[in-house]
């Protein structure tokens, strides 16, 4: 607990970071200490130099060559949706949806089930939802006359399941809630939420983007229908995100994009469509990218992922109990088991400017309203600052966070 986290038989935190290149860097004359990564993760050497290699060793465009470079690529674009379908504990590759971002993936199941969505059909999302997962059915409320639904969000920062079980009814179409809140930390009781929402008959969406790093996102037995996350906050690049959809769903879901790939014939009055996933692949993909996911992925199962969980809970525990007691800082999401994320406002001083005090000291941590603006709400703040702690940062992170911390605060004080 306090006492931060050690290396152990089973994790050696200060190993994974010496695979960060970029951690070895100063800001402001200072070590960084990087504390902003459910914004973005930092990429280790196994995703640069797979990047790199495929670069200067095989690169040609997917599924249309006959050469060899395209035959290589092919293989490594279709591995790496192997390694995704393998960190989703998804029944086969044919499940997952290669997409730019956990954005796009959000994007396609709204507008593409949205062509369902008849007026005064409800859609069912929750108040510490991401924008992602919030405008995409905005636009269908708009467009087609949906109706939102919020799931009401307690002190603590868990989900009101009591108020949850009352909004869904036969008017429910779809229930979209993140796994792990990006702001709270919070990790919602996914699988009853998805047991209650197909109690009603709708479909369940589950937001992974910070789940697929820091829960276990194991698609089947949490149960729901799609499973969406992004490839640069689990340490890989940027561009790339993955939907899953069970059977099922997918093949239910028409076309979101049209273009070369997605299709099995085109003539001049017709066109029929290929099976999922490439249903929903218009064009060339993001191959550099997806293989760069993959290689993340490869990379992470290296690790007994329980024992980085631990270690990452280990941080924030570590820096909470330094700062236990404090009676100029408000934390802001303190429900049980939640994951190593730490977002406070300081008395007497706003967000932005500790933040940017912090950087004065080498401290990356995030201002602003992280995206989730009906959360803000919910707590009466115009902004807050966030720690995010990953797999790389150590209790000297944790130390030096807090300790910048104090420092910003007498800054202000
Ligand atoms: C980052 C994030 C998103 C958006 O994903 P992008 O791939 O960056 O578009 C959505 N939901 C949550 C919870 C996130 O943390």
């Known amino acids: 607990m306090a006492d931060g986290s050690p290396v152990t038989a089973r994790f050696d935190p200060y190993a994974a970071r ?4 970029i951690l070895s860097r100063t800001v402001n004359g200072k070590p960084l200490v990087y504390l902003d990564s459910a914004a973005s993760a ?14 200067e060793g095989s690169y040609a465009n997917v599924h249309r060559g006959l050469h060899t470079l395209a035959n290589e690529t092919t293989e490594a674009f279709e591995a790496a949706r192997e390694s995704v379908a393998r960190l989703l504990n998804a029944p086969a590759a044919s499940n997952i949806v290669f997409t730019k971002g956990g954005t796009e993936a959000i994007n396609l199941v709204a507008s593409s089930f949205g062509q369902s969505i008849q007026p005064g059909d ?11 997962n919030i405008v995409p059915w905005h636009l269908l409320r708009e467009r087609r006359g949906a109706v939102l639904k919020w799931i009401p969000v307690l002190d603590d920062g868990s989900l009101d ?8 009814g036969p008017k429910t179409r779809m229930v979209a809630v993140t796994h792990m809140s990006n702001v709270l930390g919070t990790i919602n009781p996914v699988a009853e939420i998805t047991r209650l929402a197909h109690a009603a008959g709708a479909r369940v969406l589950i937001d992974g ?3 697929a790093v820091h829960a276990r996102p194991d698609v089947q037995a949490i149960g729901c229908d799609f499973y969406v996350f992004t490839g640069h906050k689990l340490y890989g690049p ?17 076309p979101y994009q049209g273009g070369g790939e997605m299709i099995e014939t085109v003539e001049r009055e017709r066109v029929t469509y290929a099976s999922p996933p490439h249903r929903f692949e218009a064009g060339t993909p993001p191959i550099l990218e997806a293989i760069g996911l993959g290689a993340a992925i490869d990379w992470l199962e290296g690790f007994d992922r329980e024992a980085v969980l631990a270690h990452e809970h280990a941080l924030y525990d570590h820096a909470r109990a330094r700062l236990e007691g404090v009676n100029w800082l408000r934390v802001i999401g303190e429900a049980e088991g939640k994951g190593a994320i730490l977002t406070f406002t300081v008395d007497g001083a706003h967000a932005h400017d500790i933040a940017q005090v912090m950087d004065r000291y080498g401290v990356a941590v995030r201002a602003g309203l992280h995206c989730a603006e009906p959360l803000a709400k919910r707590f009466g703040l115009t902004s807050s600052a966030r720690a995010s702690f990953a797999l ?3 209790v000297e992170d944790a130390d030096a966070f807090v300790d910048a911390l104090i420092k910003a605060r007498e800054f202000f004080a």
């Open 18 to 21: 010496a695979q960060f290149p």
């Open 42 to 55: 930092q990429k280790p050497r196994a995703v640069i130099g797979t990047l790199t290699g495929a670069m």
């Open 122 to 132: 409800e859609i069912i999302v929750s108040e510490m939802e991401h924008h992602s």
């Open 161 to 168: 399941m009591a108020a949850y079980a009352g909004l869904l």
């Open 209 to 211: 983007c910070q789940g």
């Open 238 to 254: 940027t561009g790339i995100g993955a939907l899953y959809g069970t059977a099922e769903a997918l093949e239910a879901l028409p």
């Open 392 to 394: 790389y940062n150590t």
